[in-house]
């Protein structure tokens, strides 16, 4: 028996994708592994490279944070997003590849999710203590229906932008995801094809370690909740999960967590405790757990059903629930 079956461990092993090149150890090269501080959180990254992997992450690294800082930061007064955000209505924006890819993204999802993922939310994120502005002092009210995604003026032909009036972007469901997307692509543009890449707790691996294994991800589950511990084999795959006591906010005797109800204008309350998600990009594996963790439990599982998507969801109960294409992988 080996030692994972005796501990009890939930492993999940996703199929092999990519080239088969992929899976071939370096056998030679240097293990390395750097971390530090962007986009208000930590960073990290692992891997096998030639002796320069670790100056080759970093680099990666820098550029893909000063990109998406520089185009998708809320917290960046000159962003694009920032500047979108404040426009008067009518402005037209032309937008770099990268944000309307973001965008683009975004709305696909909005569209597949009815509105559970919803990138327009900057106003009510803002209120609530999750954007640029200070917290809140008393509990804000609900807003109300604060779906505005349907609103943005979005032109994929030309790659412009029209703020129609009191639209805000939110980027924080999947702006980081798309940063390790693009250091993972950056890296492997540097010849450091095998290497395991994490921006708060959102993860992409490609190719495997020295030793041929995948890199494995733990999964955090909510706290108080009894659930054996849970890894991920990530070789060309991508990992985001999403919980309720991460960001978390208090104030006039209330407290609530980062996941807002489009429908209502409010956090999220009764709902899932915890959302993990599989995909081949970190980005979409970013913005479907922020969905998923949007919807009733049952509702999760069947929209992830229904596309054949890889979700782990922990109910309020804490009762682990998986979609059939995740428990194939167990």
Not at 208 to 214: A, H, K
Request: charged share 20%; net charge neutral.
């Amino acid at each position: 028996m080996t030692a994972l079956a005796e501990a009890a461990i939930d492993v999940a092993v996703p199929p092999m994708v990519g080239r088969p090149q992929s899976f071939v150890p370096f056998a030679d090269g240097v293990d390395f592994a750097v971390e530090g501080e962007a986009i208000g959180t930590r960073w990290r990254i692992v891997g096998v490279a030639d002796g320069d992997g670790a100056s080759h992450a970093r680099r990666c690294m820098a550029r893909a944070i000063a990109l998406v800082t520089a185009q998708m930061s809320q917290w960046n007064p000159d962003s694009l997003l920032s500047r979108f955000n404040r426009a008067d209505p009518g402005t037209r924006f032309a937008m770099p590849p990268q944000f309307a890819l973001v965008l683009d993204c975004a709305l696909n999802i909005a569209r597949a999710t009815g509105g559970a993922f919803d990138p327009a939310l900057g106003r009510v994120s803002e209120a609530w203590g999750f954007g640029a502005a200070p917290p809140p002092v008393t509990m804000p009210a609900a807003a109300g229906d604060a779906s505005r995604w349907r609103a943005i003026l979005f032109d994929a032909q030309s790659d412009t932008i029209v703020q129609p009036g009191g639209v805000a972007l939110d980027f924080s469901a999947i702006a980081k995801g798309y940063a390790v997307d693009l250091a993972s692509i950056l890296l492997c543009r540097a010849g450091v094809t095998h290497h395991l890449v994490e921006i708060g707790g959102e993860l992409r691996g490609c190719g495997v370690r020295r030793d041929g294994q995948p890199w494995w991800a733990g999964i955090e589950d909510a706290p108080g909740i009894d659930a054996p511990p849970a890894r991920v084999a990530l070789s060309n795959w991508s990992l985001a999960t999403s919980g309720d006591w991460h960001r978390r906010r208090s104030a006039g005797g209330g407290d609530w967590s980062h996941t807002i109800a489009p429908t209502t204008g409010a956090p999220m309350r009764g709902g899932s405790r915890a959302a993990s998600v599989l995909h081949r990009d970190c980005m979409q594996a970013d913005a479907l757990a922020t969905a998923i963790m949007a919807m009733p439990p049952d509702a999760a599982v069947a929209f992830a059903d229904a596309r054949n998507l890889p979700a782990r969801v922990t109910d309020a109960g804490g009762t682990i629930r998986y979609s059939a294409a995740w428990r194939a992988m167990l």
